[in-house]
């Protein structure tokens, strides 16, 4: 019999990973990144998801780690790698190759199609912040099946409109993405430390299918700018477990990802 944790022995970025870790299956192929998607990608490979295929860009792909890796350089990724190639190969063969199921990504900003700004707050040419940019984010947004995004529920994160489009999601709408062509899925789940959003498989708008034990819709919409779509039947998203937070928590020992 499975133990539910009480949500007082949980913080609010062990139950992002968490919920994050549910939605791989077994036999995907993850482009994982760092930090708290690493997490849910080695959780779920640890748990429901063995055989797992972990793709990071530095080139290692079917990654088996011994430890959490301290970046996508880290050699770990390379002991015990089904293959490893360089990172140009590996954007080219398997992900503008169509052969990566599952992406994380993160940003500044993300509106309600999915669109991910990590570029700048303000104008482009004059901005108030200048940010990292999109980096590979762009063809991951492009090319990949199902991008999951893990993110803080604040109202500086989710807006109406992102200043600037680092990495599509469905645009001004799901009708948009086909007409740019892009071979990938589009955005899949939007992970939140409040609730689950995927997108509506007809207008590609974001929608609360899941609340967080004891989160209520009014919460997630005082932290959303935008009136949210609801899906018709909410779920209620189930307590951690006792052996997914041991696992996860064995895994960052030092919290360096969990804070």
């Known amino acids: 019999m ?32 760092v930090g708290i998607p ?49 990172m140009y190969e590996q954007f080219a063969y398997y992900l503008q190759g169509a052969r990566i199921d599952v992406g994380f990504l993160g940003g500044a900003q993300i509106d309600k199609y999915g669109n991910i700004n990590s570029t700048v707050i303000g104008s482009y ?17 492009s090319n990949v099946k199902k ?23 469905f645009v001004d709408g799901k009708e948009n993405w086909s007409k740019l062509g892009l071979q990938g899925g589009g955005p899949f789940a939007v992970i939140t430390n409040l609730c689950t959003m995927k997108f509506d498989p007809a207008t590609g708008e974001m929608m609360v299918v899941s609340l ?3 989160v209520t819709i009014d919460k997630v919409q005082e ?8 899906a018709e039947k909410i779920e209620t998203t189930p307590a951690p477990t006792e052996k997914e937070l041991q696992t996860l928590r064995s895994l960052d020992p030092t919290r360096m990802y969990l804070g």
């Open 2 to 33: 499975r133990r539910l944790m009480t949500m007082t022995d949980v913080t609010p970025s062990e139950l992002m990973v968490i919920v994050a870790a549910r939605e791989l299956k077994d036999k995907e192929t993850v482009l994982v990144g």
């Open 38 to 86: 690493n997490l849910a990608a080695n959780l779920a490979k640890k748990l429901q998801a063995p055989g797992l295929n972990m793709v990071y860009e530095s080139g290692a792909v079917g990654s088996n780690p011994s430890r959490m890796p301290l970046s996508i350089g880290d050699p770990c990724l390379v002991t015990g790698a089904k293959s490893v190639c360089s």
């Open 125 to 141: 040419k004059a901005p108030k912040v200048r940010l990292p940019g999109s980096g590979g984010a762009c063809d991951i947004a």
């Open 147 to 169: 991008i999951i995004v893990i993110t803080p529920h604040e109202k500086r994160r989710f807006v109406e409109k992102v200043d600037f489009k680092s990495s599509p999601g």
């Open 212 to 214: 967080h034990p004891g």
């Open 223 to 230: 932290n959303t700018p935008w009136k949210l779509k609801v």
